[in-house]
């Protein structure tokens, strides 16, 4: 045989691993609250539960980037993919009324290059902020021969708190309720596999997103995604939210049903919203039948929620204070839990 062999030499470099750490902690700290009780670099975190709640519960959620990490790894662009793990964490644990406390990552790559883990971590924290949530940890897992040395995969988790008594569950959503859809500017991370085969099929990334547009298609396919998790919060503290719908894979109708319950329908009317340019080019350019592009993708609508038809203007007026457009964008009907739409 021949001389000793390394950890290093096998393709897992601890040296540059530890070196993504030291880069990466001044920007995971940035983000504690103060219920915050260890530091970086333990086994476990370490969260205390806030002061103000009677009866606590916790409240949790996983996901991760899906395949927009390719777009960002095309355009060799990685500060931002991190708010789009953290969005599609908190915003679905929000639709419980659950206030994100924190979130931890998974970094799972071919080989580590501390500087490229470092721009994970930035975008991590600065979602982390948005949704007024700790960075607290998380794992950096070097894969050699799983991976290929540029590979990688962004995930992560969080948890939150909220009041037992003030949980949305859906149990009280009633017929005449309506149905108040904020605006999501992009894509955020879902029907990338789509997208992608549709809009980067040889196309130049660097060149107009479309006709007259003032962003690339790359620019338009790296948008981080929206966080709604501080704008639901105070529509919580001040409405009667009875229902909240993360719209993610799946798109519009599967995901509004998630929230219902067995004795209404949901009914959204096409045209209430204004739907961003990039799906028009999507359905255009695949071409993309109307209902399978309802099927996968948001269309503009990122997150709905249901309030009673007295406290829909309202609703609309909060979120555009906490910077969502907004809209009426249907109501509830008696029903068997089902979700249409449908043309005015």
Not at 60 to 88: F, P
Not at 202 to 216: I, M
Not at 235 to 253: C, F, P
Request: glycine share 14%; net charge negative.
């Amino acid at each position: 045989m021949g001389g000793d062999v390394s950890y290093a030499a096998a393709g897992v470099d601890i040296d540059a691993a530890d070196e993504a750490v030291a880069r990466l902690t001044p920007h995971v700290r940035s983000t504690f609250r103060p219920e915050v009780l260890s530091d970086v670099g333990g086994f476990g975190s370490v969260v205390a539960l806030p002061a103000g709640y009677d009866e606590p519960v916790l409240v949790s959620g996983n996901d991760g980037a899906g395949t927009k990490t390719l777009v960002a790894a095309a355009l060799e662009r990685y500060d931002t993919i991190g708010i789009d793990v953290v969005a599609m964490c908190v915003d679905d644990i929000v639709t419980s009324g659950a206030e994100p406390l924190f979130f931890l990552d998974q970094i799972t790559v071919g080989s580590v290059d501390p500087e490229r883990i470092e721009q994970f971590v930035m975008g991590f924290a600065e979602g982390c902020r948005q949704a007024g949530c700790s960075l607290t940890g998380g794992e950096i897992a070097e894969h050699p021969d799983a991976m290929g040395p540029d590979d990688f995969d962004l995930a992560g988790f969080t948890v939150g708190v909220a009041e037992r008594s003030r949980l949305i569950t859906g149990a009280r959503i009633a017929a005449g309720d309506v149905l108040v859809g904020l605006a999501s500017p992009g894509l955020r991370c879902n029907g990338y596999s789509l997208a992608r085969r549709v809009l980067m099929d040889g196309r130049d990334l660097h060149a107009p997103a479309w006709n007259g547009a003032d962003t690339s298609l790359g620019d338009e396919l790296l948008r981080p995604s929206v966080i709604y998790a501080s704008t639901i919060l105070a529509l919580t503290a001040e409405l009667d939210v009875r229902g909240a719908a993360h719209i993610t894979g799946g798109g519009l109708a599967a995901n509004l049903s998630r929230s219902l319950g067995p004795g209404v329908d949901a009914v959204i009317e096409r045209g209430a919203w204004r739907v961003p340019e990039i799906f028009g080019c999507i359905r255009d350019q695949g071409p993309v039948p109307p209902m399978e592009m309802e099927r996968v993708f948001n269309l503009g609508l990122g997150m709905i929620v249901v309030v009673p038809a007295s406290e829909g203007s309202r609703t609309v007026e909060l979120c555009n204070s906490g910077g969502h457009d907004a809209w009426i964008v249907g109501s509830l009907v008696e029903g068997t839990g089902q979700t249409r739409v449908v043309d005015p």
